[in-house]
């Protein structure tokens, strides 16, 4: 069983700023649909290595889907792996293996209005939603971009483009951590109290994330107004074989797990399950899962075309929302306590806790 990925042509790539470049990849009419996307998702690139044969990270579309353009930003890590070879290795006319989008840091609503924060690289899926929000969308967006000074500013003249054209729609402010010091929760919460029923949308490094977030749990953003992009390196190999891959997570999760007294990889009930599952406008039952594989895999073998990236617990790519029963995840990187307080749970780490399960997919 083999991740279907898709070598794709790279038609352009922009020097953004002097650690950043913008990929712009050619989708041939008959993967237009395979990579269909909405604001705030992201592609899982196959990046080459000498040393293990690829590393797969994820990058988040910085183009907005009716621009019919598929493009992503990256931002060199120090010392990252992945991001410098891009970087300086990349260039048109190349071809990388690619997954199609996921992710579920989208909004539903393109009419709302939004509040965006990003800090650096958090920037690329933030510029789609804002992008869609002003070009497709009725409401007000406001965004508040950190940065560490002006030279590391991504998308800095189309951001003053869109706000010259939209001006009674769109607000920018800028953020410079070497004149203002880092944000604190305290300014930020100060900065969101003025647009308490926007709709927010947060990306970038941790400490940011946390500070934004807490912010506006302080103001009482209520959870479906709050969402949130954790940008993490993908440990394993979503484009390998399939049983490869799982065959190396589970002899390092047992060399993880080997103290645990609850381990979380043994189903806390035996088969067989009744699953119920709503994905793309369709409806699925089974009744027979027996717990020992994951769900994600279960649903695989079922014929189902269930969404997924990692299989690690990493992306968030195969969210679903428990309907009926509950599962426990045996991996999570991605989910906050809101996220699984609201039903939020990862299909590639799913083990069933009830004898009868309903999810959807449709968020
Ligand atoms: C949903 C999502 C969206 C994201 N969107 C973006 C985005 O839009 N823009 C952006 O810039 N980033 C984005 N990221 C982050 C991105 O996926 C990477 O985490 C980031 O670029 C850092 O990767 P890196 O390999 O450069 O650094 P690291 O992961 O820190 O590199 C070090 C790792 O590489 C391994 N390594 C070292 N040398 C080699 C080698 N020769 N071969 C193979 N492996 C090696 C090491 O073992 C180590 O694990 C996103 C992440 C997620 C989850
Ligand atoms: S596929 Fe990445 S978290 Fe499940």
Known sequence: MTTESYQLRVADVIEETEDAR??????PSELQETFAYTPGQFLTVAVPSEQTGLAARCYSLSSAPHSGRHQITVKRTVDGYASNWLVQNLKPGDTLRVLPPSGIFTPKDVDADFLLFAAGSGITPVMSIARTALEKGTGKVVLFYANENESSVIFAAQL???????????????WLVSVQGLPSQQKLATFATYFSSYTAFVCGPGPFMKATTDALKELGFPRDRRHQEKFVSLGGNPFGDVEEVLAAQKELKEADDHEDTDDASEPAVTGPIAVEVELDGEQYSFDDWQGDKVLLEYLEEKGVDAPFSCREGQCSACACVMLEGDVRLQHNEVLDQDDLADGIRLVCQAKPVTDRI???YNG
Do not use: K, N
């Open 22 to 27: 913008s990929i712009v990849f050619e989708v």
């Open 160 to 174: 003053r483009e869109l706000a010259e054209e939209y001006a009674d729609r769109f607000t920018v402010v800028h």
């Open 358 to 360: 309903r999810i959807s």
